[in-house]
């Protein structure tokens, strides 16, 4: 398990990333759980996270609507598969409307980089 911590700070809501090997939506679950053993995570307001699996895609906006949708693109643009990818969010009391989809990106881009993957698909 890959976890970069503040990563994003936006008018106090603050973001990670994290991910690893996972192949199924249960080991998304498994994944989830383990990472929210960790207080901080358990208490975030989203763990959002997108999967894509040899059976299809798998995401949970976990409240951040359509925040799975945008961090499957991402993964499938890399073609990475069997790897799950959370964004989590601390929110910080004010609305940012658009700004948190380019969060969201900025963090997976954060991470597909952090482990040598090229967002845009090449490698």
């Known amino acids: 398990m890959e976890i970069l911590e503040n990563v994003i700070s936006d008018r106090g809501s603050r973001y990670a990333v994290s991910g690893g090997p996972c192949a199924t939506p249960d080991d998304a679950a498994a994944f989830l759980k383990e990472l929210k053993r960790n207080k901080k995570f358990a208490k975030a307001t989203h763990n959002t996270w997108g999967l894509l699996t040899d059976d299809g895609p798998a995401k949970n906006d976990d409240g951040e609507a359509g925040a799975g949708m945008v961090i499957l693109r991402m993964l499938e643009r890399a073609g990475l598969t069997g790897h799950i ?14 700004d948190r989809f380019r969060h969201v990106q900025e963090a997976v881009r ?13 490698r």
């Open 85 to 98: 990818v959370v964004v989590t969010r601390w929110y910080g009391g004010k609305h940012l409307g658009g």
């Open 110 to 122: 954060l991470y597909l980089d952090h482990i040598g993957r090229d967002p845009g698909g090449g």
